[in-house]
């Protein structure tokens, strides 16, 4: 059997990954005509980081990657909380430094793009991933009598058939709007995101990242992506502000300094000048928080839905990526083990729709972030004089923990569980 994957993000390559490593044939439609890898800042500025946490990190060492994603990568040290005067809430260890078995990772999405890309011409062959294959449609035989099984059609007029289809196509998914084509757009909640990466100094240990203020008055993300050999580091951050802007969903929408930029003007904190670094920026992008909400089914015969394209959610747990690699790994593991490709993607849809839709309504509320909500109520935003005084260390480390077993990344879970793809 041949599997046709629609798209070639991180879900899409993850799978194409998996299958060859579970000895199933595919091949990788991807609509973008070319692939520009943003190998440097100076060359290209567009971008932003990504954040592998231990689960998807896992995946991703048990593919063989972990070595060539280290490499390019920083090593995660600890997650710290701060409020918006630059006071110090909590911090909790990370990955390997909080003793897990698998690290986590702070990279550049160019990065990642390519080490997965090159994998994958590696392993399945150069013509295994195919560019300019834009799917607008698909055909099934429903009455079973074509076990050819499923076709999809491109924008440019080609078509490709294989056993299955899965929609890798991200949050404006095609293969989704097909099946729901009832289905509204992207949900937006009141969070406007920009997003940029600036050259500069390591802060804390290096290799922290920081998240500080709540969104009514402005919440900063930052963490390093990159290492370069004078000591310095590409710093990406979000700065995310409950707005009633709703900017068109493009990854690649230019962000103005001026609409965001007085919000964070006066934080100049002794571990890290956030104003300066937001000034200094290479490049801004503007982006809406939104998601979708969770859909009755994925899956119709031989067709089905995978990573953003099945569940989009908001980037508040760093988790939307490593949750589309979760998919993937249990996708393969099912075409392996199933005796059809209809129960095997069944099977998939039941091990997956629930666990991933609960991170997603997690994430509107109940994100890792709610430390900073609590913190800002609590104190009415005012500064505070002693952090006992407003929330104890078993509450913080309560609803840290809460969020980890929602996204399937608790460290005993994740160590005791059964690989997803058997050799
Ligand atoms: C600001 C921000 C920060 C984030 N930070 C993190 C983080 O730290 N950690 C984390 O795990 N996740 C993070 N995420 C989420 C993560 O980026 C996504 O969940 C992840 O990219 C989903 O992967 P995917 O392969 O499903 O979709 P995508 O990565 O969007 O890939 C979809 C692919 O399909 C292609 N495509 C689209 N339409 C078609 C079509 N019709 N035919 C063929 N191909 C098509 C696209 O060109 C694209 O290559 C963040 C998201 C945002 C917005």
């Known amino acids: 059997m041949s599997i046709l994957v629609v798209g070639g993000g991180i879900g899409g390559l993850t799978l194409a990954l998996s299958l060859h490593q579970a000895g199933i044939a595919c091949r990788v439609f991807e609509a973008a005509p070319e692939i520009v890898f943003e190998a440097a800042p100076e060359i290209k500025p567009l971008g932003v980081g990504i954040n592998l946490l231990p689960h998807a990190m896992r995946e991703l060492t048990e593919l063989g990657l972990q070595e060539r994603l280290a490499a390019v990568a920083v090593e995660t040290k600890e997650f710290c909380y701060y409020d918006r005067f630059g006071?110090?809430?909590?911090?909790?260890?990370?990955?390997?430094?909080?003793g897990y078995d698998w690290p986590?990772?702070?990279?550049?999405?160019?990065?990642?793009?390519?080490v997965m890309l090159e994998a994958?011409?590696?392993r399945l062959g150069p013509d295994s991933f195919v560019l300019g294959k834009k799917?607008?449609?698909?055909?099934?035989?429903?009455?079973?009598?074509?076990?050819?099984?499923?076709?999809?059609?491109?924008?440019?007029?080609?078509?490709?058939?294989g056993a299955a289809v899965i929609g890798c196509d991200g949050i404006h998914s095609a293969v989704r709007k097909l099946l729901h084509p009832n289905e509204g757009p992207p949900?937006?909640?009141?969070?406007?995101?920009?997003?940029?990466?600036?050259r500069g100094q390591p802060y804390l240990s290096g290799a922290s990242m920081v998240i500080a203020g709540w969104l009514e008055v402005g919440k900063m993300v930052?963490?390093?992506?990159?290492?370069?050999?004078?000591?310095?580091?590409?710093?990406?951050?979000?700065?995310?502000?409950?707005?009633?802007?709703?900017?068109?969903?493009?990854?690649?929408l230019a962000g103005r300094l001026e609409d965001f930029y007085p919000v964070f003007e006066d934080r100049t904190h002794d571990w890290l000048d956030i104003a300066a670094m937001i000034r200094n920026a290479t490049s801004i992008l503007e982006y809406p928080m939104v998601d979708r909400d969770p859909l009755p089914f994925w899956t119709q015969g031989r067709v089905t839905l995978l990573g953003d394209a099945a569940h989009p959610m908001?980037?508040?747990?760093?988790?939307?990526?490593?949750?589309?690699?979760?998919?993937?790994?249990?996708?393969?593991?099912?075409?392996?083990?199933?005796?059809?490709?209809?129960?095997?993607?069944?099977?998939?849809?039941?091990?997956?729709?629930?666990?991933?839709?609960?991170?997603?309504?997690?994430?509107?509320?109940?994100?890792?972030?709610?430390?900073l909500r609590k913190v800002h109520e609590r104190t009415g935003d005012k500064p505070f004089e002693r952090i006992e005084d407003v929330i104890g260390n078993d509450e913080l480390a309560a609803l840290?923990?809460?969020?980890?077993?929602?996204?399937?990344?608790e460290r005993e879970a994740l160590r005791q569980r059964a690989p997803l793809v058997q050799q």
């Open 187 to 198: 949900a937006y909640q009141g969070i406007n995101m920009w997003r940029g990466v600036t």
């Open 314 to 371: 908001h980037p508040r747990g760093s988790n939307g990526g490593g949750q589309a690699i979760l998919d993937a790994r249990v996708l393969a593991g099912c075409l392996r083990r199933e005796a059809s490709v209809e129960s095997a993607l069944a099977a998939y849809e039941k091990a997956r729709l629930e666990p991933a839709y609960e991170v997603v309504i997690a994430n509107r509320s109940q994100g890792p972030d709610a430390i």
């Open 135 to 161: 799917c607008t449609s698909f055909a099934q035989d429903k009455s079973g009598v074509d076990k050819s099984g499923v076709r999809v059609d491109f924008s440019d007029g080609s078509s490709a058939s």
């Open 104 to 114: 986590q990772l702070s990279i550049h999405r160019g990065d990642l793009h390519a």
């Open 400 to 409: 840290a923990e809460n969020y980890k077993r929602i996204a399937g990344f």
């Open 222 to 252: 930052v963490y390093p992506i990159r290492n370069f050999p004078d000591g310095t580091q590409l710093l990406n951050w979000v700065a995310e502000i409950q707005s009633t802007r709703n900017a068109m969903q493009d990854w690649n």
């Open 87 to 98: 006071r110090f809430i909590y911090k909790e260890p990370r990955g390997r430094f909080a």
């Open 120 to 122: 994958v011409r590696e």
